[in-house]
T-cell receptor
Framework: AQSVTQLGSHVSVSEGALVLLRCNYSSSVPPYLFWYVQYPNQGLQLLLKYTSAATLVKGINGFEAEFKKSETSFHLTKPSAHMSDAAEYFCAVSDRSNYQLIWGAGTKLIIKP | DGGITQSPKYLFRKEGQNVTLSCEQNLNHDAMYWYRQDPGQGLRLIYYSQIVNDFQKGDIAEGYSVSREKKESFPLTVTSAQKNPTAFYLC???????????FGPGTRLTVL
């Protein structure tokens, strides 16, 4: 069965600095990979989705993620953090057998002024 | 505007009571889902429905029940059998099981 690991429950960066949120999945290649963002007391919003069309996926709000099969990773990056990026970010992969989403535990992104 | 609505936003329940959380979508999606979210954990699937009048248990279905009588609606009942129901509940929908899931704003349930 698929599993997802997000390294770091909290990540703190300064405004204007690079954002890097890490996501690793288990070794069998999932059909789809996702990053979602959640603001406090709200639902989840899709940032981007990997569907095997291209290894570098661009999403909303300046975020992008790169699929690296050799590293079983799908890390999320943004060149320059804004205060409005402060939120919790979830990585998810779809299970190949039933397409249910398997979720990471989430990473809270903290932006320092 | 198309979207998913959940009501109420906050819900308080006494121990031993059943409560029903509402989820409605006007996206014309076939598939709908209920997730539970606890602090420090990812989302856990409670139930999902691929089509009207059909639904399947997810990973943590015990103590919950659902119905899918209409395409637009997928209510979740938290029964008194659920031992630890205090959590944030999220409803989602997608065109099909392989398509992107879109989420409602959530309902925070607190058992007093």
């Amino acid at each position: 069965a698929q599993s997802v690991t997000q390294l770091g429950s909290h990540v703190s960066v300064s405004e204007g600095a690079l954002v890097l949120l890490r996501c690793n999945y288990s070794s069998s290649v999932p059909p789809y990979l996702f990053w979602y963002v959640q603001y406090p007391n709200q639902g989840l919003q899709l940032l981007l989705k990997y569907t095997s069309a291209a290894t570098l996926v661009k999403g909303i709000n300046g975020f992008e993620a790169e699929f690296k099969k050799s590293e079983t990773s799908f890390h999320l990056t943004k060149p320059s953090a804004h205060m409005s990026d402060a939120a919790e970010y979830f990585c998810a992969v779809s299970d190949r057998s039933n397409y249910q989403l398997i979720w990471g535990a989430g990473t809270k992104l903290i932006i320092k002024p | 505007d198309g979207g998913i609505t959940q009501s109420p936003k906050y819900l308080f329940r006494k121990e031993g009571q059943n409560v029903t959380l509402s989820c409605e979508q006007n996206l014309n999606h076939d598939a709908m889902y209920w997730y539970r979210q606890d602090p420090g954990q990812g989302l856990r699937l409670i139930y999902y429905s691929q089509i009207v009048n059909d639904f399947q248990k997810g990973d943590i279905a015990e103590g919950y029940s659902v119905s899918r009588e209409k395409k637009e609606s997928f209510p979740l009942t938290v029964t008194s059998a659920q031992k630890n129901p205090t959590a944030f509940y999220l409803c989602a929908s997608s065109r099909g099981l392989t398509d992107t899931q879109y989420f409602g704003p959530g309902t925070r349930l607190t058992v007093l």
